[in-house]
């Protein structure tokens, strides 16, 4: 059983690299971020919190993103383990974790804010469908319209420059303190998130000691 850690800032290709893990090693992706996207898409009491929240640019408190995290690993449905996406963010949330379950490695996506700006600034999401769209390598086929169901594309909430620029504060001074406390037990691997998915991925196999092609 392998259970792993992704973490990086937004926009650092966390789910796509979380995603390619899993279907090679038939792991389950637990992205906190989709979770909390799906009770807003589907108008939840959660929902409502979140986008309020998200509009301001900071972070869902520690008491939601712990619950919903110890809500979707106690369905027990990853026999051969797990990839979280997004969690934890913050000491408290890496204590909790640590006090849980045994983790066999913590991917950190390097990412400068630079670049961070660029990607994040690029994202676009189906208003109908949700889709995820990035207009620098992943443009649609008509502009401005969703490939899968014709919906309008449009800007996520958070996805402004004053938002972006709160949450990388948030990130800067409470995210990656995390790190430190996971190096204690000396299995953080650091992958440069800048070069294409397909590269990243070959890094984050071969510092896990995985085989397999892409």
């Known amino acids: 059983m392998r259970k792993y850690v992704v973490m990086g800032v937004q926009g650092s290709g ?46 869902i408190g520690d008491d939601q993103v712990e619950a919903v995290v110890r809500d979707r690993l106690q369905m027990h449905d990853w026999n051969y383990g797990f990839v979280v996406d997004g969690f934890p963010r913050n000491g408290r949330q890496a204590e909790f974790f640590l006090e849980s379950y045994d983790i ?53 909430e958070d996805d402004t420059p004053d938002a972006l620029a709160a949450r990388l504060r948030e990130y800067h001074s409470k995210t990656k303190p995390v790190l430190d406390i996971f190096r204690r037990k000396e ?3 650091t992958v440069d998130a800048r070069p294409d998915p397909t590269t990243v991925q070959h890094d984050i196999r071969r510092q896990l000691g995985l085989a397999g092609d892409i």
């Not at 996506?109 to 208003?127: A, G, W």
Request: glycine residues 8%; charged residues 25%.
């Open 14 to 59: 966390k789910g796509t690299q979380s995603a390619m893990l899993c279907r090679e090693y038939d792991l389950v992706h637990i992205s906190v971020g989709d979770i909390f996207r799906w009770h807003v898409q589907h108008h939840t009491k959660l929902g409502a919190q979140v986008r309020r929240t998200m509009a301001t640019g900071e972070l």
């Open 104 to 156: 066999d490695g913590v991917i950190y996506l390097d990412l400068p804010d630079s670049e961070v700006h660029r990607r994040v600034l690029n994202r676009r999401l189906c208003s109908r469908c949700g889709m995820d769209y990035n207009l620098i390598a992943d443009r649609p086929e008509v502009e401005g319209k969703c490939d899968v169901c014709g919906g309008e594309l449009v800007t996520r």
């Open 187 to 189: 299995f953080v691997f």
